[in-house]
């Protein structure tokens, strides 16, 4: 699976205004919303479905970024957006740093499969220091989306 197939490139959001966990999570969520991709009334419910499940184990992954997720009825397809803050967000990293690009996950219920093929797509990726710092410095929308487009043909970035 690649980013193409299931990054909405619509609710990339190149600088959060939000500061904190659940507000970036929520803001993420909005995002989504506004491109389509919740279903009708399910931004809130998924945004307070993954702030639960951030609260059992934190998806700061460490080397400032985090990628929260979750399962939910509310969508049939796997799709994530992706922040990026300037100033950094605590999300209670495992080497308890800042946050700097945020990659919210929502996946459908019924497709573990599917979730399991994003998530180890975005994990071979983040474990790139190149591909971290190359996110991170990404300003605009665009340059997300080609940064991602470009790791999907080339594994070495």
Known sequence: MKFADFVCFEAVIPELKAGDRDGVIAELAASLDKAG????????KIAKAVI??????STGMGKGVAVPHVKHEAV???VAAIGQSSAGIDFSAL????VYSVI????PMDNPDKHLQAMENVFKHLQQEKFRKFLRQSQTAEQIESLLREADE???L
Do not use: F, H, P, W
């Not at 639960?52 to 184990?57: F, G, Q, V």
């Open 52 to 57: 639960k499940r951030e609260k059992e184990a």
């Open 95 to 98: 080497d308890k740093q800042l």
């Open 76 to 78: 049939k397809d796997v």
């Open 154 to 156: 080339n594994l070495s």
């Open 37 to 44: 991709r919740l279903g009708k009334d399910n931004c809130e």
């Open 104 to 107: 919210l996950i929502i996946s």
